[in-house]
């Protein structure tokens, strides 16, 4: 219990760290007043260019994974502890304590988790929305598809049970984040890449 209560401790703090509002407002933009709103590296694509959608990019992937090291680390005996503070910093990130519970969407974070704890599963995930993106042209989709056949992928491979019960559980809660982008997908105004205002 104690190593449970310090990977997720861990993991969330981690998580929150709002790197897309941090770097964005260090040139003058509040992400969450312009673009879309969302707290995370799309929008700062949108609002601020690509170098600095890339530096917040690699900042959110980093975190979850260092999140994962670091649980490992401080809880070598406790088996489930790095895939508990995975999931904890996905948690973070989406709803950061220190933007009133409002931050991203949690893939690329989940990204940073996964390439520890799986790094195996993650690369035909990351193949599979590359091909989602590069065929519809819609992001989104793509992040959808490759965070919802990362669990599946994982078990195929032989993952550990908390492993992949942590992709189901990340996948989970990035797919009710994107609610609103499966809206607009269904509705056909999903936004595609190379549209003005997505790239």
């Known amino acids: ?111 940073g988790v996964f390439s520890v704890l799986t790094p195996v599963a993650l690369a035909p995930a990351l193949a599979l929305f590359v091909l989602t993106v590069w065929i519809t042209r819609f992001v989104s989709l793509g992040s959808l598809v490759a965070t919802i056949a990362l669990g599946p992928i994982a078990a195929g491979l032989g993952a550990p049970f908390a492993v992949v019960v942590s992709a189901l559980g990340s996948a989970l809660l990035i797919v009710l984040r994107h609610r609103s982008n499966i809206v607009r997908l269904i509705a056909g105004t999903e936004r595609r890449v190379g549209e003005r205002g997505v790239l």
Request: hydrophobic share 55%; net charge positive; proline share 5%.
């Open 1 to 111: 219990m104690p190593e449970s209560i310090l990977a997720v401790s861990i993991g969330y703090l981690a998580g929150s760290i709002p790197f897309a509002y941090l770097v964005a407002r260090a040139r003058g933009i509040d992400v969450r007043r312009v673009g879309s709103g969302n707290v995370g590296a799309t929008n700062v694509l949108r609002t601020s260019g690509v170098v600095t959608a890339v530096c917040v990019m690699v900042l959110d992937v980093a975190k979850g994974a260092g999140a994962v090291q670091c649980a490992a680390r401080l809880a070598p005996d406790a088996i489930a502890a790095p895939a508990v503070a995975g999931v904890a910093a996905v948690v973070g990130h989406i709803y950061p304590v220190w933007l009133k519970f409002r931050g991203g969407k949690g893939v690329a974070t989940a990204a």
